[in-house]
């Protein structure tokens, strides 16, 4: 038997195309990582009332999720399964933007309104973000395909990263004063736009492979029920293993990125909040580099393998980080000047060994983020060969429901250690170093990752789905469709 009668493959631009719909839904993740000074800055809340406020919503989110996963599973209409959920939710987002920004002109009704915004904001999220993993079943099954995906969703991560955070650090702060209401409008219609063409591109290139055809065994009338998903869950253990591994990832990695604890490592320990987007800037070429030539490797290893790889070198990394911060001088972190960013000569050691060591982490962390979505693609594939059940909506959906609510507690994290560290409010680019803000600094930067890469190793320890088993599901998914006729 041929690999032609097994795999569906897809053109490499539809591939590409449909990377869009991930990029299109980051741009909104990464502009809420900066809601909470949004929320404190210009609506008013205090620290504990936005970190309450922001994990309520994060729950709430994450409940919604298999709701919304079972309404995909159950939906083939005109437009096919995935591109309504594609089109509507990208809406829905841009909706809650305005609502979100008119919210700070509503006097006493001004919290029921954001929080109203933000409800508003997670239906949309939901909707959209559930296909970027869901749809992964339809674009390709081919095992050497599928990390080609990993590749294009990689690359524009990173070109999204270096954008927006030289957007915010080097434009938006800068022209504004701070994280205003005027600098908040502004990116948001940014947001907007942007994410709009992003969703645009996405549906473009997936929609010849939205059809009836390409969804499972391709039955005609498939009765999903909540239960099935229930099922799944039980029974299911490469979802289970994956599923702790992707919630604990996206934790520490939220952490890690987050608006606040960027403030704290390049504004208040490196002394110049624009060293951020200047730092993205120079790194984001060497880590597109070592990204690629790592998940060429990944990809004949296997996705286990590549994700195991990808836990590996991120540990290694970050460890010798931590030291440079350590023993090294952070304040020393400088290009030069305002003319000389390219000037080698004129960096420090600590900027030279700090961009190495972090292109090199990148690119490890990238192989882990990005081989996580055709991941969970060969989970609903297993899902079809043991039960002959069509579930993507619902696998990705419990996989996006278990990350909300394990991420929910991002902000609360931050919060507690800024707290501890006896702040009343979120540090600022203002805020004065001190000796508490660089351990919560070197905590979330280089801890809590190392924390969620050993959670990796475990997990991935009882997770079945190698190279050789998903050779062993695409043929079995062939056989059954065989027998269907």
């Known amino acids: 038997m041929s690999e032609t009668t097994i795999y569906n493959r897809a053109k490499i631009w539809q591939i590409g195309l449909f990377s869009f719909n991930a990029t299109s839904v980051h741009l909104y993740s990464m502009m809420m990582a900066y809601i909470v000074y949004f929320a404190s800055g210009v609506i008013g809340l205090g620290i504990a009332m936005v970190s309450g406020l922001l994990m309520a919503m994060k729950i709430f989110d994450g409940i919604i999720d298999p709701l919304a996963g079972w309404f995909i599973d159950r939906t ?23 609502l979100m920004y008119l919210c700070q002109f509503a006097g006493a009704a001004k919290i029921p309104m954001f929080i109203l915004a933000y409800i508003v904001h997670i239906i949309g999220y939901t909707a959209q973000f559930c296909i970027t993993r869901a749809a992964q079943t339809v674009l390709t099954n081919d095992p050497k395909q599928r990390p080609v995906y990993s590749a294009f969703d990689m690359v524009m991560n990173v070109i999204l990263y270096v954008c927006v955070s030289m957007l915010v650090s080097n434009f938006l702060v800068v022209k504004h004063g701070d994280f205003t209401g005027g600098m ?17 591109l996405a549906v473009i290139g997936i929609w010849k492979k939205d059809r009836l055809e390409f969804f499972g065994l391709a039955e005609k009338a498939p009765q999903i029920k909540l239960r099935d998903g229930w099922d799944m869950l039980r ?9 702790i591994s992707a919630a604990t990832d996206k934790l520490f990695s939220n952490v890690t990125t987050n608006a606040v604890i960027t403030v704290i490592i390049f504004g208040i320990i490196c002394g110049d909040f624009a060293l951020s987007g200047l730092f993205n800037l120079h790194v984001f070429a060497p880590v597109i580099v070592i990204s690629l030539l790592c998940i060429q490797y990944a990809r004949k290893l296997g996705q286990k393998e590549a994700f195991l790889f990808g836990t590996y070198g991120g540990m290694f ?4 980080i931590f030291i440079l911060f350590v023993f090294g001088d952070p304040s020393s972190f400088t290009f030069g000047g305002e ?9 420090t050691a600590f900027t030279a060994l700090f961009l190495i060591l972090m292109a090199f982490r990148g690119g490890f962390m990238n ?50 250690l800024v707290l501890m560290a006896g702040h009343s409010e979120f540090p600022s680019v203002n805020t004065p170093y001190s000796a508490e803000l660089f351990w919560i600094g070197m905590i979330c930067f280089c801890g809590l990752p190392m924390f969620s890469w050993i959670i990796n190793i475990v997990c991935m320890r009882y997770y079945p789905l190698n ?19």
């Open 467 to 485: 190279k050789a088993k998903m050779a062993e599901v695409q043929e079995a998914i062939r056989e059954a469709k065989e027998r269907q006729g």
């Open 317 to 320: 990394f970050t460890i010798l």
């Open 76 to 98: 083939n209409g005109k437009f096919g399964k995935f591109r309504p959920f594609m089109i509507l939710g990208n809406a829905v987002m841009a909706l809650s933007l305005l």
């Open 339 to 347: 003319t000389s960013y390219f000037k080698f000569s004129e960096w």
């Open 367 to 416: 192989v882990n983020t990005s081989i996580l979505i055709p991941m969970v693609a060969d989970c609903a594939d297993y899902e079809v060969a043991r039960t002959g059940k069509y579930l993507p909506g619902m696998i990705g959906a419990m996989f996006t429901c278990v990350d909300k609510i394990i991420t929910s507690l991002t902000t609360v994290i931050v919060g507690a």
């Open 235 to 243: 029974n299911n253990r490469s979802v289970q293993m994956l599923m």
């Open 184 to 200: 908040f409008y502004e990116y948001f219609v940014i947001t907007a736009l942007i994410s709009a063409a992003c969703a645009a």
